[in-house]
């Protein structure tokens, strides 16, 4: 049996849309867009103030758990070859 959830879309805008477990309020789901909205804006707003090099970029294998990982840098010249 599915679980009930409740789902918030913006039609005709960019928003995929958002869902939570239970049944909830459009109040309710409203203001957690707004606050996840305003999460993201918060991200966007560092990462586009941000210059170049202050990003740390690593080289990680695999996509769940990081078993070795390599920091990369505009400053250094890594080897991206080698396994």
């Known amino acids: 049996m599915s ?3 409740t789902r918030v879309r913006l039609p005709g805008s ?3 849309g958002l869902m ?3 049944e909830k309020s ?3 789901m409203v ?3 707004r606050r996840h909205a305003q999460h993201q804006m918060e991200e966007a707003q560092a990462a586009l103030a941000a210059a170049d090099t202050d990003f740390q ?3 990680v294998r695999g996509p769940y758990v990081h078993t070795s990982s ?3 840098s505009l400053r ?3 080897d991206l070859s080698q396994p």
Do not use: I, T
Request: with cysteine; charged share 40%.
């Open 76 to 78: 250094c010249n890594h």
């Open 31 to 33: 203001a957690q867009v």
């Open 14 to 16: 960019k928003f995929k």
């Open 70 to 72: 390599k920091e990369l």
């Open 3 to 5: 679980e009930k959830m």
């Open 57 to 59: 970029v690593d080289l």
């Open 20 to 22: 939570d477990w239970g």
């Open 26 to 28: 459009h109040a309710e």
